[in-house]
């Protein structure tokens, strides 16, 4: 018969072994309250509720370059602690949104207008690719490198993603890789390359005046 002690360390190890699954899982830490409000925040009524920074889309002429409008609790307070947000992804004729990934979110694109190639590489380096239309929707799992390319020469396309994070967050790899202070022997040694093209595409990343 088990004794007390062995049987408590057992029930420990349960609560813990829990605790650790739902961190693992959770997006966004859960919150005892309806919402939250800024310390910042003077009223609190139905226009704390609303974003109305979407609103210069309407109607406005399409980028010329691909654009992201994002919605998250940066730009929209009342989404703390309620683990959703928004983006708006504008693509011009063949423009693409580079690999990158959303370290706290899934994302789940939903395809309004045009024609998209999309995809991303688990964690055993296999690339998962599809060709979507307007209509259709597409899972980027958790963390996962991923990206979309309006391979059209002629359409724009535009696409709403959803996350499940107040915060997804956005690690961009060429913005990430090139345009930090990440030692140039390095890169060339990791992409077996040399030192002159690594600053070539430094070069190619940087701002331009």
């Known amino acids: 018969m088990a004794s007390a002690s062995s049987t408590f360390k057992f029930l420990s190890l349960l609560v813990a072994l ?3 699954a739902k961190m693992a899982i959770a997006g966004d830490p859960d919150i005892i309250s309806d919402f939250i409000v800024p310390l910042n925040a003077t009223t609190v009524d139905g226009a704390f509720f609303t974003f109305t920074g979407m609103r210069a889309l309407v109607g406005a002429q399409p980028p010329s370059a ?3 409008s994002k919605v998250s609790a940066a730009e ?7 683990s959703v ?4 992804l504008q693509f011009p004729a063949g423009t693409t949104n580079p690999p990158h990934t959303h370290p706290r979110s899934a994302e789940l694109l939903f ?3 045009g024609s998209l190639q999309v995809g991303f590489v688990d964690t055993t380096n296999k690339l998962f690719t599809q060709t979507l239309q307007a209509g259709d929707m597409f899972i ?3 963390g996962l490198v991923h990206f979309q390319y309006n391979a059209d020469a002629q359409n724009p396309a535009l696409a709403i993603s959803a996350f499940g994070s107040a915060s997804a967050g956005t690690v961009s790899l060429p913005t990430t890789l090139f ?3 990440i030692d140039d022997n390095i890169l060339a ?3 077996k390359t040399d030192v002159a093209t690594i600053q070539a595409l430094k070069a190619g990343l940087a701002p331009k005046p």
Do not use: E
């Open 189 to 191: 040694k990791a992409f």
């Open 140 to 142: 980027f799992p958790k």
């Open 66 to 68: 691909f654009k992201v």
């Open 85 to 88: 947000s928004y983006a708006v």
């Open 18 to 20: 829990f605790v650790v």
């Open 179 to 181: 345009t930090t202070s």
């Open 111 to 113: 395809l309004v207008d």
């Open 76 to 82: 929209f307070p009342a989404l703390i602690g309620q």
